[in-house]
């Protein structure tokens, strides 16, 4: 049983490039969210998957696209990327939350250049 | 919309010494409320939460949190600190029903000295 899982755990991207971050999750959780860490500011969350199928966006969904592939796995992209980007993103993911809240990945720590 | 302020950036404590980290939070219902600690280079760890019923809460690693709905608080405690408790403290309030979208503050951070 790994819980959730992100892949890479280290990017480094020069502006303009793209890449998609991978989030599998194996503890048939219904929902999954994509946040970002940055110093002073906390976990702000990007975008989020309620239940497969569906899709929303988050405090600061701007340049950045998601895929929930099925229902284990939540994608991240980002199209272009830019030096406002760089962070430590972190995927999660939730049963119902009466009964707790929030598995974490270890986290993608990725720099734009 | 739901919020979390957590006034204190940074805090030191003395190893042995007893802790309490301030968690305020903004929320028009009954909220769900959670403390998580994230080691450095780690991702983030459940240490307890509050849904319902008795106010007081216990999680792992000794830690304790006091839900006071009169001051919209959850603030974590902790009777003597060891020195591997030194990490980071994310507060976080969440809705209940729909999308159970979480809501994180800023963060302590704890520095334990010897």
């Known amino acids: 049983n790994a819980g959730v899982t992100q892949t890479p755990k280290f990017q480094v991207l020069k502006t303009g490039q793209s890449m998609t971050l991978q989030c599998a999750q194996d503890?048939?959780?219904?929902?999954m969210y994509w946040y970002r860490q940055d110093p002073g500011m906390g976990l702000r969350l990007i975008y989020y998957s309620a239940s497969e199928g569906t899709t929303d966006k988050g405090e600061v969904p701007n340049g950045y696209n998601v895929s929930r592939l099925n229902k284990r796995e939540f994608s991240l992209r980002l199209e272009s990327a830019a030096p406002s980007q760089t962070s430590v993103y972190f995927c999660?993911?939730?049963?119902?939350?009466?009964?707790?809240?929030?598995?974490f990945g270890a986290g993608t720590r990725l720099s734009v250049l | 919309a739901q919020s979390v302020t957590q006034p204190d950036i940074h805090i030191t404590v003395s190893e042995g010494a007893s802790l309490e980290l301030r968690c305020n939070y903004s929320y028009g219902a009954t909220p769900y409320l959670f403390w998580y600690v994230q080691s450095p280079g780690q991702g983030l760890q459940l240490l307890l939460k509050?849904?319902?019923?008795?106010?007081l809460v216990q999680g792992i690693k000794g830690f304790e949190a006091e839900f006071k709905r009169s001051q919209s608080s959850f603030n974590l405690r902790k009777p003597s600190v060891h020195w591997s408790d030194a990490a980071e403290y994310f507060c976080?309030?969440?809705?209940?029903?729909?999308?159970?979208?979480?809501?994180f503050g800023t963060g302590t951070k704890l520095q334990v000295i010897p």
């Open positions: 509050y849904f319902s019923g008795d106010t």
């Open positions: 976080a309030v969440g809705a209940a029903g729909g999308y159970q979208k979480v809501t």
């Open positions: 503890m048939n959780h219904n929902s």
């Open positions: 999660a993911s939730s049963g119902p939350i009466n009964l707790g809240w929030g598995d």
